[in-house]
């Protein structure tokens, strides 16, 4: 990703992935889905997150949680 987004001034790179089990096997499928990011400068962040679904007739039900780090030169956000 080039740099100059919203809430970034650098570009970055993503490595992802995002596993989830056959919705037709399962009655409740869950789903894995983690992010890695490096900055430009070196710098990283990840996003991890972990989650169940439903699917009832034409709608899909679910919850999941998501965790999200990043580290700037101030901070490292959690």
Request: net charge positive; hydrophobic share 35%.
């Amino acid at each position: 990703i080039e740099g100059g987004g919203i809430g970034y001034s650098q570009g970055y790179t993503t490595f992802e992935a995002f596993l989830a089990a056959d919705p037709t096997r399962w009655a409740i499928t869950p789903f894995l889905d983690v992010r890695g990011h490096v900055f430009d400068k070196g710098k990283w962040a990840a996003n991890a997150g972990f989650g169940l679904r439903k699917i009832l007739g034409s709608r899909t039900y679910g919850m999941n949680t998501y965790y999200d780090y990043r580290n700037t030169s101030r901070l490292h956000y959690n």
